[in-house]
């Protein structure tokens, strides 16, 4: 009874893996109520954190995938990250006694828990940076006939045949603008920065030969990213005074539809980005890039020290950071059910 009943929970997580690998190829989070339709869960319904957390082991061992929840529309890095400090101090207070009245303000909180689930790549960033290195060895010049680019390989990564370059190239650019904008960038103000890099409203992404998508223009792409998750448009009822706007213009703000990409408006992080692309991330590779062009400029008879280099990389972190408002998401320290990681991982 104990081995059929142990088979069961098996074949359960290997259908709940399959479940979501489905719909991460959609690019479609999904929640447990989806899975009870898809009937996956059987009589397992009560077991649901303790199959999902095995699910977890099977996808991260197998596929090199973890499931990780999304946080709800709205609740950004900041004010996630200021909900967890309430929450630990009304911890504290209420185990020490000391004020018993913060732990029920604290729940008077909007809740940023959705039990909505996407999936990611749970490879090290040291181990991909490795595999990338290797590829990039490989990728032909630009006097190569571009037929090379059709033509497989051996490498374990091969970015060339990927069919999203262009498109995750612009998502990062504007997250990039987004998070030095203090987490908000107001939609006119994302279009002069486009407009500055010759992106009219009919460019489309580059491609490579192997991109199965359709040519995508800059405004369907955008809209694209917010219905998928990657950004959140966000329409102001009110006027902005001076400063900025109110709180309460902020408390009357709409999350406006993926399809809603007007004028008005202005564009967060949505919880797919901070999933898989992290704050903290994204203003290393910032970093990188603005290093790796002064090095280039640089005077090449002083070349810099790796001290001087390190000191650099950290003062533009300092700025990203400042930029932003508060500190950076690590996207790596996100809560993965069954999955322990430790601090010292996320290199």
């Given at each position: 009874?104990?081995?059929?009943?142990?088979?069961?929970?098996e074949?359960?997580?290997?259908?709940?893996?399959?479940?979501?690998?489905?719909?991460?190829?959609?690019?479609?989070?999904f929640?447990?109520?989806?899975?009870?339709?898809?009937?996956?869960?059987?009589?397992?319904?009560?077991?649901?954190?303790?199959?999902?957390?095995?699910?977890?082991?099977?996808?991260t061992?197998?596929?090199?995938?973890?499931?990780?929840?999304?946080?709800s529309?709205g609740?950004?890095?900041?004010q996630?990250?200021l909900q967890?400090?309430i929450?630990?101090?009304?911890?504290?207070?209420?185990?020490?006694?000391?004020?018993?009245?913060?732990p029920?303000?604290?729940?008077k909180g909007?809740s940023?828990?959705?039990?909505?689930?996407?999936l990611?790549?749970?490879?090290?960033p040291?181990?991909?940076?490795?595999?990338?290195?290797?590829?990039?060895?490989?990728?032909?010049?630009?006097?190569a006939?571009?037929d090379?680019?059709?033509?497989?390989n051996?490498?374990?990564?091969?970015?060339?045949?990927?069919?999203?370059?262009?498109?995750?190239?612009?998502?990062?650019?504007?997250l990039?603008?987004?998070l030095?904008?203090?987490?908000?960038?107001d939609?006119s103000?994302?279009?002069?920065?486009?407009?500055?890099?010759?992106?009219?409203e009919?460019w489309?992404?580059?491609?490579t030969?192997?991109?199965?998508?359709?040519?995508?223009?800059?405004?369907?792409l955008?809209s694209?990213f917010?219905k998928?998750?990657?950004?959140?448009?966000?329409?102001?009822?009110?006027?902005?005074?001076r400063?900025?706007?109110?709180?309460?213009?902020?408390?009357?703000?709409?999350?406006?539809?993926?399809?809603?990409?007007?004028?008005?408006g202005?564009?967060?992080?949505?919880?797919?980005?901070?999933i898989?692309?992290?704050?903290?991330q994204?203003?290393?590779?910032?970093?990188?890039?603005?290093?790796?062009?002064?090095?280039t400029?640089?005077?090449?008879?002083q070349?810099?020290?790796?001290?001087?280099?390190?000191?650099?990389?950290e003062?533009l972190?300092?700025?990203?950071?400042?930029?932003?408002?508060?500190?950076?998401?690590?996207?790596?320290?996100?809560?993965?059910?069954?999955?322990?990681?430790?601090?010292a991982?996320?290199?």
């Open positions: 009874m104990a081995e059929s009943q142990a088979a069961l929970n074949s359960t997580v290997r259908d709940l893996a399959r479940y979501a690998l489905i719909n991460e190829l959609k690019r479609r989070p929640k447990r109520e989806d899975i009870s339709k898809a009937e996956l869960l059987g009589t397992h319904g009560r077991q649901f954190d303790k199959l999902l957390e095995k699910c977890n082991i099977e996808l061992s197998v596929f090199g995938m973890e499931l990780v929840e999304m946080r529309r609740c950004n890095a900041g996630v990250d967890n400090t929450k630990r101090h009304s911890m504290k207070n209420s185990q020490a006694n000391e004020d018993e009245d913060v029920m303000k604290s729940q909007k940023s828990s959705t039990k909505q689930y996407v990611r790549s749970s490879l090290k040291s181990l991909i940076k490795k595999i990338t290195q290797i590829v990039d060895d490989e990728i032909p010049d630009n006097d006939n571009e090379d680019w059709s033509q497989p051996d490498s374990i990564l091969d970015w060339k045949h990927g069919d999203e370059l262009g498109h995750m190239g612009i998502l990062g650019f504007v990039a603008l987004i030095m904008h203090g987490r908000a960038i939609n103000q994302l279009l002069i920065y486009f407009r500055r890099l010759k992106i009219g009919n489309q992404p580059p491609s030969p192997a991109c199965a998508h359709p040519p995508t223009q800059l405004t369907r955008l694209d917010a998928q998750g990657y950004l959140e448009h966000v329409k102001h009822d009110g006027k902005a005074g400063g900025g706007p109110s709180q309460a213009s902020n408390n009357r703000q709409s999350q406006t539809g993926a399809n809603d990409s007007s004028q008005d202005e564009w967060h992080w949505g919880a797919r980005a901070e898989e692309f992290g704050e903290t994204i203003a290393e590779f910032m970093s990188d890039v603005y290093c790796s062009a002064q090095g400029a640089a005077d090449q008879t070349p810099e020290t790796h001290a001087a280099q390190h000191a650099r990389h003062k972190i300092q700025d990203i950071t400042k930029s932003a408002g508060s500190a950076l998401q690590d996207s790596s320290q996100l809560h993965v059910p069954g999955i322990f990681k430790p601090a991982e996320a290199s």
